[in-house]
């Protein structure tokens, strides 16, 4: 288990440094510079301008600037931002806990969800059940985030005036930052309605973040389910006089959660993807919304180090998934 | 009174191209303490029919029966939770392919242990207790080790082992094997075979052994139903059987068996099973066998008299001669 451990670490290592690359050189094809966008409208003189771009150490040529932010980040420094002048990982730091809040309900969702969903539907293999999920699933997947958000909240909080448009918790509220996961924050405060508060502002970004990921995790439940249930085993656990209950639930599923905590996984990066979107709908101050403005402002530092810091939540997600992987299914776990 | 009576059962199947009769109207009655064998090729019904019995084929699947009657209790009304107590603990059944039979990401003693909650409401202590010395009669070493071994990690043979374990774990009253050496090399299929013979002869219970080889028949039962195409065409004492057969195509399988040929060429029956959409009109056999005449190909048999093994045919055969054979034909 231990070498298996290993072996994943070091097949990360390569990607992690693919990462720095992308990340670096994505940045400066963009059209524009950060010196530019910060003059505005009003320009700058060619003098001024390369004098500025000399001190931030830009006019170097960029082999020369990508070996110092690799030595740079091998210190384990991730730069400092051009415009808040502010360490990139410090902010954040401050801004992650709203994304990862945002993220952990949206997976709930998906998975609360999207596993009974594909289960019943697997079982009731061409029921109307299976029909109609199937069918929300499909046109859940191909929903653009940006336009289901907008009739969410149209609908929702424009014309039910059920939930607020945006942010995290209503103006009427003010607490100290403890962990910085809104919920948390405002249950500890005390205050009353502040929770009540924090969950109304965020059940309508998580349902729309979270309506990609539960619609691929019930299509993949469903089809690993259908599989699973024509095995032997199966046929097995029914022999030994097993209620459906125990042998869909446990026998069916546990080797049906091999695929599906796969997808799982990966439906991690397109969570943060998403939160980009959704964020930026919901005025959500996460890092997704942090890396929009980051990239309108052409703030290199803190692109390069945002996307890092991403991809290696990422990675490192995709390691825990693939040790869970292990868990569930002993056959990797002892040829390894 | 026998242990279980089945009669006229029938299994279709709706499939794409229409209805299929997989079991034809077959009969079995079998008492306490008794082996019996059903033998016949692939294809010929024998899992379906021993499935429909347990309650565990597809929704596609439609039984019908006169009877079908376990321990006295009338299997054709019984609801769906009172079959699952009778199954797995009073009539258990163990399978083809020990490999992919057994979940491979539970430990053997989880699967084990598990008939034991459920049937019998065993604490742990007891499960544990009990799974070891499951293990021990089934000729599993170091069965303390085994319980949390996962089936991967065991071989074909062994696996078989613990199925059989799982399967006599509640004491059954009637122990089906579909096949139970099929997928296992010939050594591991004789220690299989006497397990479970020592296991039937010191429980007491019935067994039901499914093979299509009449080696294994020989050695283990003491009756044996021949079936093919979904129909039973022949039963018989094992003896009798060998010695007499009064079907023809139970002739055939005898005279295929390879110790019992002196020619240099394997001798085996031409053709196979008919299927869903090549079913011949008269006797479902007479495109194979070598006696077949007009009235065999044109209208199905009924079953013969008792001293005939109620033999499906129009000639069933005596002493290996048909009989009532018409002269022209025969000429």
Same mark, same amino acid.
């Given at each position: 288990?231990?070498?298996?451990?290993?072996?994943?670490?070091? $097949?990360?290592?390569?990607?992690?440094?693919? $990462?720095?690359? $992308?990340?670096?050189?994505?940045?400066?094809?963009?059209?524009?510079?950060?010196?530019?966008?910060?003059?505005?409208?009003?320009?700058?003189?060619?003098?001024?301008?390369?004098?500025?771009?000399?001190?931030?150490?830009?006019?170097?040529?960029?082999?020369?600037?990508?070996?110092?932010?690799?030595?740079?980040?091998?210190?384990?420094?991730?730069?400092?931002?051009?415009?808040?002048?502010?360490?990139?990982?410090?902010?954040?730091?401050?801004?992650?806990?709203?994304?990862?809040?945002?993220?952990?309900?949206?997976?709930?969702?998906?998975?609360?969800?999207?596993?009974?969903?594909?289960?019943?539907?697997?079982?009731?293999?061409?029921?109307?059940?299976?029909?109609?999920?199937?069918?929300?699933?499909?046109?859940?997947?191909?929903?653009?985030?940006?336009?289901?958000?907008?009739?969410?909240?149209?609908?929702?909080?424009?014309?039910?005036?059920?939930?607020?448009?945006?942010?995290?918790?209503?103006?009427?509220?003010?607490?100290?930052?403890?962990?910085?996961?809104?919920?948390? +924050?405002?249950?500890?405060?005390?205050?009353?309605?502040?929770?009540?508060?924090?969950?109304?502002?965020?059940?309508?970004?998580?349902?729309?973040?979270?309506?990609?990921?539960?619609?691929?995790?019930?299509?993949?439940?469903?089809?690993?389910?259908?599989?699973?249930?024509?095995? +032997?085993?199966?046929?097995?656990?029914?022999?030994?006089?097993?209620?459906?209950?125990?042998?869909?639930?446990?026998?069916?599923?546990? *080797?049906?959660?091999?695929?599906?905590?796969?997808?799982?996984?990966?439906?991690?990066?397109?969570?943060?993807?998403?939160?980009?979107?959704?964020?930026?709908?919901?005025?959500?101050?996460?890092?997704?919304?942090?890396? $929009?403005?980051?990239?309108?402002?052409? +703030?290199?530092?803190?692109?390069?180090?945002?996307?890092?810091?991403?991809?290696?939540?990422?990675?490192?997600? *995709?390691?825990?998934?693939?040790?869970?992987?292990?868990?569930? *299914?002993?056959?990797?776990?002892?040829?390894? | 009174?026998?242990?279980?009576?089945?009669?006229?059962?029938?299994?279709?199947?709706?499939?794409?191209?229409?209805?299929?009769?997989?079991?034809?109207?077959?009969?079995?009655?079998?008492?306490?303490?008794?082996?019996?064998?059903?033998?016949?090729?692939?294809?010929?019904? /024998?899992?379906?029919?021993?499935? &429909?019995?347990?309650?565990?084929?597809?929704?596609?699947?439609?039984?019908?029966?006169?009877?079908?009657?376990?321990?006295?209790?009338?299997?054709?009304?019984?609801?769906?939770?009172?079959?699952?107590?009778?199954?797995?603990?009073?009539?258990?059944?163990?399978?083809?392919?020990?490999?992919?039979?057994? @979940?491979?990401?539970?430990?053997?003693?989880?699967?084990?242990?598990?008939?034991?909650?459920?049937?019998?409401?065993?604490?742990?202590?007891?499960?544990?207790?009990?799974?070891?010395?499951?293990?021990?009669?089934?000729?599993?070493?170091?069965?303390?080790?085994?319980?949390?071994?996962?089936?991967?990690?065991?071989?074909?043979?062994?696996?078989?082992?613990?199925?059989?374990?799982?399967?006599?774990?509640?004491?059954?009253?009637?122990?089906?094997?579909?096949?139970?050496?099929? &997928?296992?090399?010939?050594?591991?299929?004789?220690?299989?075979?006497?397990?479970?013979?020592?296991?039937?002869?010191? /429980?007491?219970?019935?067994?039901?052994?499914?093979?299509?080889?009449?080696? #294994?028949?020989?050695?283990?039962?003491?009756?044996?139903?021949?079936?093919?195409?979904?129909?039973? #065409?022949?039963?018989?004492?094992?003896?009798?059987?060998?010695?007499?057969?009064?079907?023809?195509?139970?002739?055939?399988?005898?005279?295929?068996?390879?110790?019992?040929?002196?020619?240099?060429?394997?001798?085996?029956?031409?053709?196979?099973?008919?299927?869903?959409?090549?079913?011949?009109?008269?006797?479902?056999?007479?495109?194979?066998?070598?006696?077949?005449?007009?009235?065999?190909?044109?209208?199905?048999?009924?079953?013969?008299?008792?001293?005939?093994?109620?033999?499906?045919?129009?000639?069933?055969?005596?002493?290996?001669?048909?009989? @009532?054979?018409?002269?022209?034909?025969?000429?």
């Amino acid at each position: 288990m231990f070498v298996y451990f290993l072996r994943k670490l070091i $097949v990360i290592l390569p990607t992690f440094f693919g $990462v720095t690359l $992308v990340a670096f050189v994505f940045i400066r094809t963009l059209p524009g510079d950060p010196v530019m966008l910060m003059a505005g409208e009003r320009g700058m003189s060619p003098e001024r301008h390369a004098e500025l771009m000399a001190e931030m150490g830009f006019d170097k040529p960029i082999i020369v600037q990508y070996g110092l932010y690799l030595k740079q980040l091998a210190g384990g420094d991730f730069g400092t931002s051009i415009i808040t002048k502010q360490p990139v990982l410090k902010e954040f730091a401050t801004l992650f806990p709203a994304t990862i809040e945002l993220s952990i309900c949206a997976m709930i969702i998906a998975i609360f969800f999207g596993l009974p969903a594909g289960m019943i539907a697997a079982t009731r293999r061409g029921s109307v059940f299976d029909h109609t999920v199937m069918t929300s699933a499909l046109t859940g997947y191909s929903m653009p985030i940006f336009w289901w958000g907008l009739l969410l909240i149209i609908f929702f909080s424009g014309i039910l005036g059920w939930t607020p448009v945006s942010g995290r918790v209503s103006l009427l509220y003010y607490f100290e930052t403890v962990t910085g996961f809104m919920l948390i +924050d405002s249950f500890l405060s005390g205050q009353e309605g502040a929770f009540i508060s924090a969950m109304s502002h965020l059940i309508l970004p998580s349902i729309v973040l979270g309506t990609i990921p539960l619609a691929v995790i019930a299509r993949q439940t469903r089809s690993a389910m259908l599989e699973v249930l024509s095995e +032997d085993y199966v046929r097995t656990a029914r022999a030994k006089g097993l209620g459906p209950m125990r042998v869909i639930g446990v026998h069916a599923l546990r *080797n049906a959660m091999i695929p599906v905590i796969t997808v799982i996984g990966l439906q991690v990066g397109v969570l943060f993807a998403g939160a980009i979107l959704t964020e930026t709908i919901f005025s959500w101050p996460g890092i997704g919304k942090w890396m $929009v403005d980051s990239i309108f402002r052409r +703030d290199y530092p803190a692109v390069q180090g945002g996307l890092l810091l991403i991809a290696a939540i990422v990675m490192i997600v *995709n390691l825990v998934v693939d040790l869970l992987y292990g868990l569930i *299914n002993p056959q990797i776990r002892h040829t390894d | 009174m026998p242990l279980l009576e089945i009669d006229n059962l029938s299994v279709t199947f709706q499939t794409a191209g229409g209805l299929f009769t997989a079991v034809d109207r077959i009969s079995l009655h079998i008492e306490p303490s008794e082996i019996v064998s059903i033998v016949g090729e692939s294809g010929s019904g /024998k899992s379906v029919a021993v499935l &429909a019995l347990m309650g565990l084929l597809p929704w596609t699947a439609t039984v019908t029966a006169d009877v079908l009657r376990f321990d006295g209790q009338d299997l054709t009304t019984i609801t769906k939770p009172e079959l699952r107590k009778i199954i797995g603990c009073q009539m258990a059944m163990i399978f083809q392919e020990p490999m992919t039979s057994l @979940n491979p990401c539970f430990t053997v003693g989880f699967q084990l242990t598990e008939t034991l909650k459920i049937h019998l409401g065993m604490n742990r202590a007891e499960q544990k207790r009990r799974a070891i010395e499951l293990l021990e009669l089934v000729g599993i070493p170091e069965p303390e080790k085994r319980l949390s071994a996962f089936p991967h990690q065991l071989s074909g043979g062994m696996n078989q082992r613990v199925m059989i374990a799982i399967a006599i774990s509640c004491n059954p009253r009637l122990l089906i094997a579909d096949e139970p050496t099929t &997928a296992l090399d010939v050594t591991i299929q004789a220690q299989i075979l006497d397990l479970l013979l020592k296991l039937q002869k010191e /429980k007491g219970m019935s067994l039901v052994l499914i093979t299509h080889d009449m080696g #294994v028949v020989a050695e283990t039962a003491e009756r044996v139903f021949v079936q093919y195409a979904g129909q039973q #065409v022949e039963q018989q004492p094992v003896k009798g059987l060998f010695a007499r057969p009064h079907h023809p195509y139970t002739q055939a399988l005898l005279n295929s068996l390879p110790e019992r040929s002196n020619s240099r060429i394997l001798p085996s029956i031409a053709g196979i099973v008919p299927g869903q959409f090549d079913k011949p009109q008269g006797c479902l056999f007479s495109p194979r066998c070598h006696y077949a005449t007009d009235l065999c190909r044109e209208k199905p048999p009924t079953a013969g008299p008792v001293e005939f093994g109620n033999a499906l045919c129009h000639y069933p055969l005596a002493d290996g001669v048909p009989t @009532n054979y018409p002269q022209e034909v025969r000429a």
